[in-house]
């Protein structure tokens, strides 16, 4: 059991989690279900312990009388001061859904830009990680061979040579 609680502790819920969560509880509320059914719906589905235990602490913080805006704000780590906001916002003004429906497209965007970048900085991460290999092969292959070519010709070296070879 001690097993399980760390695992847990050291698990962390995805940008994904987040983004179905959101879009989920969008379409829910929008087809009359209540918030709390909805985020239990929700957790009953997440793959993320970690998630799932946060989701059930948010419905039981809602059944003891809290927004959902406040009972998102106790996890700042996992939504952020804007997500916040715009619940908050939402249950104010009775467009939870709606807004919801936002944050999803937010996040969807968000997501997207997120891996687009990844796949842009892949390339320069192969070409570096190419090149220090290279480099260490040419500095323990390569470079012993030119020292021994070096001291066969009995000339002076410049001093950056010396300090590349030696």
Same mark, same amino acid.
């Given at each position: 059991?001690?097993?399980?609680?760390?695992?847990?502790?050291?698990?962390?819920?995805?940008?994904?989690?987040?983004?179905?969560?959101?879009?989920?509880?969008?379409?829910?509320?929008?087809?009359?279900?209540?918030?709390?059914?909805?985020?239990?719906?929700?957790?009953?589905?997440?793959?993320?312990?970690?998630?799932?235990?946060?989701?059930?602490?948010?419905?039981?913080?809602?059944?003891?009388?809290?927004?959902?805006?406040?009972?998102?704000?106790?996890?700042?780590?996992?939504?952020?001061?804007?997500?916040?906001?715009?619940?908050?916002?939402?249950?104010?003004?009775?467009?939870?859904?709606?807004?919801?429906?936002?944050?999803?497209?937010?996040?969807?965007?968000?997501?997207?830009?997120?891996?687009?970048?990844?796949?842009?900085?892949?390339?320069?991460?192969? #070409?570096?990680?190419?090149?220090?290999?290279?480099?260490?092969?040419?500095?323990?292959? #390569?470079?012993?061979?030119?020292?021994?070519?070096?001291?066969?010709?009995?000339?002076?070296?410049?001093?950056t040579t010396k300090i590349l070879l030696y």
């Amino acid at each position: 059991m001690k097993h399980a609680k760390n695992k847990q502790i050291f698990s962390r819920v995805s940008f994904l989690d987040k983004l179905f969560f959101t879009k989920h509880l969008a379409m829910m509320l929008k087809s009359g279900i209540t918030v709390t059914e909805a985020i239990e719906t929700v957790a009953d589905q997440a793959k993320s312990n970690k998630f799932r235990s946060i989701l059930i602490d948010v419905s039981n913080s809602i059944r003891n009388g809290q927004t959902l805006a406040r009972a998102l704000s106790v996890h700042s780590k996992i939504f952020d001061a804007f997500y916040i906001s715009l619940v908050e916002v939402g249950e104010a003004s009775g467009t939870l859904d709606r807004n919801l429906s936002y944050l999803a497209t937010h996040l969807a965007k968000e997501y997207e830009l997120r891996k687009k970048i990844q796949g842009a900085l892949l390339y320069p991460m192969i #070409v570096l990680t190419a090149v220090f290999v290279i480099g260490i092969g040419m500095s323990f292959f #390569v470079l012993p061979n030119l020292v021994e070519l070096f001291n066969s010709l009995d000339t002076e070296l410049p001093i950056t040579t010396k300090i590349l070879l030696y």
